[in-house]
């Protein structure tokens, strides 16, 4: 073409040259093939600029018509490329979604662990006491006598000892049969107000269906100022409440223990058949009777605040005890105690982490 | 205890009688819990009280009789074969047609050797009261005839099972329990009439002498001649059997009924054998006894004995003396009723092993005001069933008589412990129901309890006693608590991060107890060589061997668990403890620490990856992680020098700034001693070492400039630990050398010269300021391969 070309012959070449492009883009797949494409059109030795160096060849006024043919031109072929871009991704996302997996597939790595069912119910019930201001104090298993009868009001050849009968270590030392010693041991420590819960392991000299030698148990102690029995049932009613659910009731009977007075057995309404008859009469959880004993409570004896030194006449105490293994077996609907120390994981892993 | 509900109506004054239920919701709200309750003589039914009223031969058999009797109105001709038959007059039991029997049997007219028998006519063994089966119950001639025998008997009855806390001594019997519901009644109690007793001036009585007056606080003492001895009324001898006692003989059974029923101890001394005056004493050195069981028992200083001309007669409150028994040929008895000290009585109990009613009463202390009734009792009872006379004096021998104390009670004090306002007046009714004599002196409360409760001498008792009457079984009238806190973790707790942490890790927390068997520790510590693992706090009374011994190690409970479970079949058996271990210090006083140990074994659980066993580095894994949360630096891992479990090959001590614990395999050895034969891996950690670690967190924010990783690659003599080379890239200080990581240890023996492993590094470098270059990179690491050759011996590959 060695003819001076005319302003209508170089409009017409940009508006096919937008029109070759998209014809020729239609078959490109990536992007960057699409860029490549683009350069050939739009680049510094694309087929645009060649049109455009005979820009300066054809009459002066003829020149804002082109310019502006070659801009529509170049804005086409920009948009082709936008669009194509946006419809390839479009293929791409919906190729990617198109993917699926097995969900029902186990995960990869090693399942879970546990804890075991006499810390869990531990934990549950620090957590519920946490939550009332108790301190959690815990002591050692190897106890004196008088840390684990004397100071509490129980001197030995006193018939109340044999209600724990008890393991003898070397040393003149025994293994403690409840987790009072703790309670000794903190108002020891220091003085009034004082309000913590000691659980932890302890020892009787028991082997049976119903009992095994180690147990662990959970006491609380508060001793303030004007703590009262008042004081003790609302502290109880709480906890149980928190526990076995909102509607739980609770119910004290006198009792003996040698480290409180007045004393209380505590039992808490059956949460399996509500003491609600006809469920009630074939309970085997309550076995009838519509109450659980859940523990011990009652009164701090003046004896044992005489023994640590505190002030019977100026301070007040409750405490309470009950054992984990029975709260354990009620709250997951354990059959067996055995099952808590027999250690099969087929067991244990029932109880997940929290 | 066994309480008898018939018993206890018979000593209430009300007009209805009570019902079992309600009688058992009283006593367990009271304090006295009652655990159970039997109904008994339920299966008896239609067996009547019949008089004799004519006897015949039977037609056909020799040794059958036809016997008429009538119940009522109802007259009926039975066939027997009993020998026994009592003659005209005399009251017998006969089941009626229709009648049941124990034993689920129901009764038909039948026809015996050609006569039809209407029902039967009973012995003990029939009706289910003994397993005499040699005739007839007799009954007493004053038996009401067409009355229901199981009533009449008492054999239809509910027992209760009573468990009476060991300072409710007066409640040990049917009066104390029927004060209990008296009080809460609101009637009276009816005491037995022990009036009318026929009495003898006939006969002497011992002298009693209380030697030990600390001993001995009461002695009373009845003579009672003309006694025949034979079983005791069928009333009686039920009551004793449902109570959980045997009858004996008359005699015998009286004290034991007495017993029961009013809660004091007697013993009947057979009067003829017993020689000179009756002394209370201590023991002399070298004395002995042959007690009612047969067992000669030698005596100690500190046994308190009842003694007579010839020496020791009985062990005080424990058990009688053979010798002075009660037998069938008793005519005259000495009847004892004392109180003695409780320490005393629970000491030679507890050294003989003689644990009696008695004596399970005295030590929970016996009310010396009610002996004269309990020795008037039993001798009315006698005199009833034995035919007895009693010798119009008696002696009484009290030297120091108690008088029970005042006690003060403030209304502060019972509104301060109670928690509630109280009205003193209302209190000291409540008290008086229970039997205190009371006064009120403006705000204070001035009781004086019962002399038959002698567990109550404090202020606090009466304000037990005041509450136990209802007020336990109240809610609390006030919300105390206020908090909306429901849950909350306890986060000081190091033991309890421990246990999420390694549960969380995928190990199972198990419990094993704090004793083991002695063996075991013997395994662990090769022979006892590591006295610290093999030289455990002994128990001193265990159940068994094996609990015999405190474990110093968590290793033999994790070990135990184990080998249970891949007994079981139980795959991948991954377990962890946290607890105290506890051994041997040089002070007073054995150490007790926490321990967190964890036993693993099997594969690493990864479904993708089946079959790939764990092997020393999973355990570290778990380990390194575990410590993360407690330490800002982590510890050093040096091979183990000896531990006698481990591998020697496979272990490590961990160290912080102290030593932490071990980790490592399981020796293989040891490993099968304690029934495990896979490859298990182990771990056990001081907990108490982690508190020294209290790590404080401190932030930098994450670098504005990029890293470059360059690696190195070299051969390098097989013992030199990842630890020393990584010293010695260390070694060159280079500030921009950011981390460092291994990335291979190489061992393949295809291509590893001999001796050597193939190591790579990968090395970070970084500025804090400025973007580096690769010269400055190129620089540096070169400058740390540089340190490393010149510290350890290499060729770079």
């Keep these: ?354 | 205890m066994k309480i008898s509900l018939n018993w206890l109506r018979e000593l209430l004054d009300r007009p209805s009688p009570l019902a079992a239920e309600e009688a058992a919701s009283i006593l367990t709200r009271q304090g006295l819990e009652v655990e159970g309750t039997t109904a008994m003589g339920r299966e008896m039914e239609g067996v009547l009280v019949a008089e004799v009223l004519a006897i015949r031969p039977h037609p056909k058999a020799d040794k059958l009789r036809l016997v008429t009797v009538r119940a009522g109105i109802r007259q009926e001709e039975v066939v027997c074969g009993a020998p026994n038959v009592p003659e005209a007059g005399g009251k017998i039991c006969w089941a009626v047609p229709g009648a049941k029997l124990p034993g689920g049997k129901t009764l038909q007219a039948r026809e015996v050797r050609g006569v039809i028998s209407p029902g039967m006519l009973c012995g003990e063994s029939e009706l289910g009261f003994s397993t005499d089966d040699s005739g007839l119950l007799v009954l007493a001639s004053d038996a009401p005839s067409g009355a229901d025998l199981a009533t009449y008997v008492g054999a239809r009855d509910d027992i209760f099972e009573l468990n009476i806390t060991p300072n409710r001594g007066d409640a040990l019997s049917h009066l104390g329990v029927a004060r209990e519901l008296a009080a809460h009644l609101g009637c009276g109690v009816r005491l037995p009439s022990v009036t009318g007793i026929p009495e003898t001036s006939s006969g002497s009585i011992p002298e009693v002498i209380i030697a030990d007056t600390d001993g001995c606080y009461r002695y009373i003492g009845r003579a009672l001649t003309g006694l025949v001895l034979g079983p005791s009324p069928i009333q009686m001898r039920l009551r004793l059997a449902y109570c959980g006692m045997r009858a004996i003989s008359n005699v015998v059974d009286v004290t034991n009924y007495v017993l029961l029923e009013v809660g004091h101890p007697l013993h009947a001394f057979d009067a003829a054998k017993l020689l000179g005056k009756v002394e209370v004493r201590r023991a002399r050195a070298g004395e002995t006894l042959v007690t009612l069981d047969g067992q000669s028992r030698a005596l100690v200083p500190e046994d308190l004995l009842i003694t007579d001309g010839t020496g020791p007669i009985a062990l005080a409150g424990v058990m009688g003396g053979a010798a002075t028994e009660v037998s069938a040929t008793t005519q005259s008895i000495f009847l004892e009723a004392a109180t003695f000290d409780p320490r005393s009585i629970r000491k030679t109990a507890k050294r003989l092993g003689l644990s009696s009613e008695a004596s399970y009463r005295f030590e929970r202390g016996v009310d010396e005001h009610g002996l004269p009734f309990a020795s008037l009792r039993a001798a009315s009872l006698l005199a009833q069933v034995a035919g007895g006379r009693v010798l119009a004096n008696h002696v009484d021998t009290y030297p120091r008589p108690r008088n029970s104390v005042h006690i003060s009670l403030t209304k502060e004090r019972l509104d301060r412990v109670s928690g509630q306002p109280h009205d003193l007046a209302q209190a000291m009714a409540t008290l008086t129901r229970l039997g205190f004599a009371c006064s009120l002196d403006h705000e204070t409360l001035v009781a004086q309890a019962p002399s038959y409760r002698m567990d109550v001498s404090l202020p606090e008792d009466l304000v037990e006693e005041i509450l136990r009457m209802g007020e336990y079984e109240k809610p609390a009238k006030a919300q105390r608590i206020r908090t909306n806190a429901t849950s909350m973790k306890n986060p000081e707790s190091i033991p309890d991060r421990l246990r999420y942490l390694l549960a969380g890790a995928g190990l199972s927390e198990i419990v094993s107890w704090a004793f083991v068997p002695r063996t075991h520790l013997a395994i662990i510590s090769e022979g006892g060589k590591d006295p610290v693992l093999g030289n455990g706090i002994t128990v001193k009374n265990p159940i068994s061997a094996d609990y015999e011994v405190m474990r110093t190690s968590l290793l033999p409970g994790l070990a135990a668990a184990l080998a249970r479970n891949l007994a079981r079949g139980v795959p991948d058996p991954w377990l962890f403890e946290v607890g105290p271990v506890i051994r041997r210090s040089g002070e007073d006083t054995p150490v007790e620490s926490n321990h967190a140990a964890g036993l693993i074994a099997g594969r690493r659980g990864d479904w993708l990856r089946p079959g790939e066993p764990i092997d020393f580095f999973d355990l570290k894994g778990i380990v390194e992680n575990v410590l993360r949360a407690f330490m800002a630096n982590p510890p050093c891992y040096k091979p183990a020098a000896r531990i006698p479990f481990l591998h020697p090959g496979i272990s490590a001590q961990i160290h912080g700034d102290i030593p932490l614990g071990l980790l490592g395999q399981l020796h293989p050895g040891i490993a099968q001693k304690l029934g495990i034969e896979v490859p298990a891996y182990y771990f056990e950690i001081d907990v108490n070492a982690l508190k020294s670690f209290g790590v404080t967190l401190r932030s930098v924010a994450p670098p504005r400039f990029p890293a470059v990783t360059r690696d190195i690659s070299f051969w390098i003599a097989e013992g030199v630990s990842a630890a020393e080379q990584q010293a010695a890239l260390a070694s060159a200080k280079e500030p921009l050398l950011e981390d460092l990581a291994v990335l291979e240890d190489f061992r393949d023996p295809r291509y590893v010269p001999p001796g050597k492993k193939g190591m790579l590094w990968s090395l970070t470098y970084r500025s804090t300021d400025r973007t580096l270059t690769d010269e400055e990179v190129d620089a540096a690491h070169g400058r740390v391969r540089s340190a490393l050759v010149s510290r350890l011996e290499i060729q770079v590959r």
């Design chain 1, 1 to 354: 073409m060695a003819s001076v070309p005319s302003a209508k012959d170089l409009v017409q070449s940009f508006s096919a040259l937008a029109e070759d492009f998209a014809a020729e883009v239609g078959r490109l797949n990536s992007e960057e093939e699409l860029r490549l494409a683009q350069a050939k059109y739009l680049g510094k030795k694309g087929k645009a600029t060649d049109l455009m160096k005979l820009l300066g060849k054809i009459p002066q006024e003829d020149r804002p018509l082109v310019g502006e043919a070659a801009n529509q031109a170049r804005a086409a072929i920009e948009k082709t490329v936008g669009d194509r871009l946006a419809s390839l991704a479009e293929l791409a996302l919906g190729e990617e979604l198109a993917r699926c997996v097995d969900v029902t597939l186990p995960g990869r790595g090693r399942s879970g662990g546990s804890l075991h069912p006499l810390t869990r119910v531990r934990l549950e019930i620090e957590a519920i006491f946490l939550g009332m201001g108790f301190e959690v104090r815990t002591g050692p298993l190897i106890e004196t006598e008088w840390n684990n009868f004397d100071a509490l009001n129980t001197p030995a050849d006193h018939p109340a000892r044999d209600m724990q009968d008890t393991f003898f270590v070397e040393g003149g030392r025994i293994l403690r049969s409840h987790t009072s010693p703790v309670q000794i041991r903190t108002m020891l420590a220091g003085p009034p107000p004082v309000k913590i819960i000691a659980p932890g392991n302890v020892f009787r000299r028991d082997d049976d269906a119903t009992h095994t030698p180690m147990f662990p148990q959970c006491e609380g102690l508060h001793v303030d100022k004007s703590v009262s029995f008042e004081d003790l049932k609302a502290t109880l009613i709480l906890f149980v409440q928190r526990f076995f659910g909102p509607e739980t009731k609770i119910r004290l009977r006198p009792s003996y223990f040698p480290f409180t007075e007045p004393s209380a057995e505590v039992d808490a309404s059956c949460f399996l058949c509500q003491g609600i008859s006809p469920q009630r009469e074939t309970c085997r959880l309550c076995k009838g009777t519509g109450w659980i004993e859940i523990g011990g409570s009652g009164m701090v004896h003046p004896n044992v605040l005489r023994q640590v030194g505190y002030d019977q006449y100026d301070v007040t105490g409750y405490a309470f005890g009950m054992g984990l293994s029975r709260m354990a077996m009620l709250k997951y609907a354990v059959s067996d105690l055995r099952l808590f120390y027999e250690n099969d994981l087929r067991f244990l892993k029932q109880f997940p982490s929290f």
